[in-house]
């Protein structure tokens, strides 16, 4: 897979993910001596130059930031994975689901603030998701070297296991009654977060412990998907803290 720009490519390195590496010619001394020695640590690779004009062509975007890496496929990981993540942290669960966010950005600016805030990963079901792919890996700023971000078949299914195992599931809706600033959000927790214009599929919005509102007080009454998604993170993590 061709991965691009800066952050995400950096992270790739650092972790020893990268094969192949090209950067645009003329990019500033400052940057390329950062990849030099990243390029180094990782036992020598060969960095390749290259007109910038080349790089558009091969990655189909002007988006790269003069850099451009060949590594592996992202991998999915497992839901499992997400919560011995919690536990070898010693940490409450706090776990975002995302029911049919398709759009490859709002997926990884969404996996971007949920490594930040502390999210032990992101899970999505397989057949209503953007994949893991490129433009989701650069969004998502390196965030996906580091959070775990796992696919299930069926996600109301999952959400009655997670409240099986004493996770309080909160889906985010723009009618719901409860403000975000006054759910204490402690124990285990999971954030549900429906598709722009369609919001929660009526099955998985049953499913929820409770819904719950950002308030707003412009003219537009709803927010982008992966704003949403921050905030509540944030509200979260506030709480938690």
């Known amino acids: 897979m061709l991965l691009y720009g800066r ?3 950096l992270e790739a ?4 993910r990268v ?8 990019v500033e001394d400052a940057f390329e001596k950062e990849v030099r020695a990243l390029a180094q640590e990782a036992g020598g690779l060969r960095v390749k130059f290259a007109p910038r004009i080349e790089l558009d062509q091969l990655v189909g975007t002007t988006q790269h930031q003069g850099i451009v890496a060949e590594v592996e496929d992202l991998a999915w990981a497992s839901v499992d994975d997400i919560l011995d993540r919690a536990e070898q942290r010693g940490e409450d669960l706090l776990i975002v689901l995302l029911d049919g966010i398709t759009d490859p950005r709002n997926f990884g600016a969404i996996i971007r603030s949920a490594e930040v805030l502390g999210a032990h990963g992101v899970v999505v079901e397989e057949r209503r998701s953007a994949p893991l792919s490129p433009v989701v890996a650069k969004t ?3 965030a996906t070297s580091y959070l775990p971000v796992a696919q299930t078949k069926n996600l109301p299914r999952l959400i009655d296991q997670l409240k099986e195992d004493g996770v309080w ?4 809706a723009g009618e719901a009654a409860e403000d975000a600033a006054k759910i204490d959000f402690s124990g285990k927790v999971g954030l549900v977060i429906g598709a722009e214009g369609e919001g929660l599929r009526r099955l998985v919005r049953e499913k929820c412990d409770g819904l719950v509102r950002i308030p707003t007080r412009g003219r537009v ?3 982008n998907a992966s704003v949403a998604a921050g905030i509540l993170l944030y509200e979260a993590t506030r709480k938690r803290a």
């Open 19 to 26: 094969s192949g590496l090209m950067l645009a010619r003329g």
């Open 221 to 223: 009454q709803s927010l």
């Open 140 to 142: 998502a700023a390196g």
């Open 169 to 172: 599931v909160y889906g985010a």
């Open 13 to 16: 390195l650092k972790e020893g």
């Open 7 to 9: 952050n995400p490519v």
